[in-house]
């Protein structure tokens, strides 16, 4: 049954926290200035009404997650924390005397708010902020960051050995004579502590093979499909790094530093409030068409405004641009892509493109008569009169047929539209998502991944951005 959180309190409670409790501390005016009570209406559904026992108030119980994530703890010590730490008794909503939630109980209250409940709350703390009018609503700076996977990397040999294991636990469920027996042919062998030979590798692939033939259809259904699932991740597409931690994949942090994990892709308002997060696997690509779409659909589902999108040069594409071309200002305007050039652009020899007119204009001021489409661009030709006695003729483009043409890619044209005075001082506040990725692992043990699985890794960059939001907007609104 749903808990209710008592709004009267006691007198004796009321004493001691007036005179315990630092009025200017942040939690404090966290507690003063932002509103966490829609916890409760969002989780109404995984309660019973009126049957079972009443539950912790789910706003208590959200508000030792927050803790947690502030101070950079585990459910075990949070737990630990709010029996004696009287600031964070306070802050939770618990009374001088009264008992403390367990870690379990905040495990399982984390399990069952899961992913797309912990979006809904990161979305209702932008409200506020958006409703406080905290956000600048100018440039949006979009750029990722990478976090290490909670696993010790095995080797391949180690990883055929761990999925031999979990078959071998699952058979000893119900037979464990025949488990016991296998274990002594296919167990972990001797080559632990070294290096494996070539020759060793190979019998560690043969031994796996061997142990999923004979056991598939002879143990149990359960059986089965742990086998189905080993050989999904031993010799799927994709290569698994860990078998504890299946989602995570290597990926790099830059040329010559590679990491195992995921990757935090985040949207980030210039008042430092960041306004839309997605947690991708560590080898995709951030700057790829779908991830930079997914961004900007969260941001248009909160009705967040922007008039251009400010990121760094692996966002470099025509795709991209398009993408964010598509959106609208509130004024009707299209969002502007403010994205530096990944590469040198090649010159047009004293050519120039006019956007309005889609023309291309000659050093003798002449303009192109047509275009034909030529692969990743176009080719703007220009009549055979003017081409013909032209004195800038010797330092033009090879004439083809008479005439001179010019290639422009579709990816400069689109580069060309949001070329204004602008454009500079934007790409200036890039360092402004950098530095929350920066306090986020600095602070808030974003660095490395909490639990294991995609949608757990989410949880955790959902909810430490949601802590490092509050914390700004109190900033903010103390300014």
């Known amino acids: ?17 007036e005179r315990h409790i630092p009025g200017g501390h942040e939690l404090v005016r966290i507690h003063r200035e932002v509103d966490f009570s829609f916890v409760e209406a969002e989780t109404r559904d995984l309660y019973e009404e009126t049957m079972g026992r009443p539950s912790w108030p789910p706003e208590m119980l959200f508000r030792m997650l927050f803790l947690e994530f502030y101070g950079h703890l585990s459910d075990v010590q949070i737990s630990e924390q709010c029996g004696y730490n009287l600031l964070y008794r306070w802050f939770v909503g618990l009374k001088v ?18 992913q797309e409940r912990m979006e809904r709350f990161f979305k209702r703390i932008n ?12 440039h949006k700076i979009f750029d990722a960051t990478h976090v290490i996977a909670n696993v010790a990397i095995p080797s391949t040999v180690g990883l055929l050995r761990q999925a031999r294991k979990r078959v071998l636990r699952v058979i000893g469920k119900k037979y464990p004579v025949c488990a016991k027996k296998l274990e002594e042919t296919y167990g972990e062998g001797d080559s632990q502590g070294r290096r494996a030979t070539e020759e060793e590798l190979m019998k560690e692939v043969e031994l796996t093979r061997e142990l999923f033939t004979q056991a598939r259809g002879r143990y149990t259904e359960e059986t089965d499909r742990v086998i189905g699932e080993m050989e999904g991740m031993l010799y799927g597409e994709e290569k698994v790094v860990s078998l504890v931690d299946p989602d995570a994949r290597w990926g790099y942090k830059d040329e010559d ?11 980030c308002d ?15 690509n951030e700057g790829a068409e779908k991830n930079v779409r997914s961004l900007l659909e969260k941001e248009r589902g909160q009705g967040m405004e922007h008039q251009a999108v400010v990121t760094d040069a692996l966002y470099d594409s025509a795709e991209n ?9 509130p004024e009707g305007e299209r969002v502007r892509a403010y994205i530096p050039s990944r590469r040198k652009e090649k010159s047009l020899n004293r050519f120039h493109y006019d956007p309005k007119r889609d023309q291309v204009v000659c050093p003798a001021q002449q303009l192109s008569i047509g275009k034909s489409p030529h692969e990743e661009g176009w080719l703007y030709y220009f009549s055979v009169e003017s081409c013909r006695d032209c004195p800038y003729r010797e330092d033009c483009p090879p004439l083809n047929e008479g005439r001179v043409r010019v290639f422009m ?14 454009r500079k001082e934007a790409l200036k506040k890039r360092p402004i998502v950098e530095r929350r990725f920066g306090g986020g692992k600095k602070w808030h043990g974003l660095g490395r991944a909490r639990y294991w699985g995609r949608a757990k890794v989410a949880i955790q960059a959902l909810m430490t951005f949601l802590v490092m939001n509050v914390k700004r907007m109190v900033k903010l609104l103390s300014m």
């Open 409 to 422: 890619s579709e990816d400069y044209q689109l580069k060309l539209l949001d070329e204004n005075p602008e």
């Open 97 to 114: 005397g009264e008992a403390t939630p367990d870690d379990t109980t905040l495990v399982v209250f984390r399990k069952r708010l899961g």
């Open 321 to 329: 641009r398009k993408a964010i071309h598509e959106e609208r200002t």
């Open 1 to 17: 049954m749903l808990g209710k959180k008592d709004p009267q309190g006691r007198f004796f409670d009321h004493y001691v926290y």
């Open 127 to 138: 409200e506020q902020a958006k409703g406080k009018g905290l956000l600048v609503g100018r």
């Open 257 to 267: 530093h590679p990491f195992c994990g995921y990757k935090i892709h985040a949207g």
């Open 270 to 284: 210039e008042s430092e409030i960041v306004t839309s997060v997605d947690l991708l696997s560590g080898n995709e």
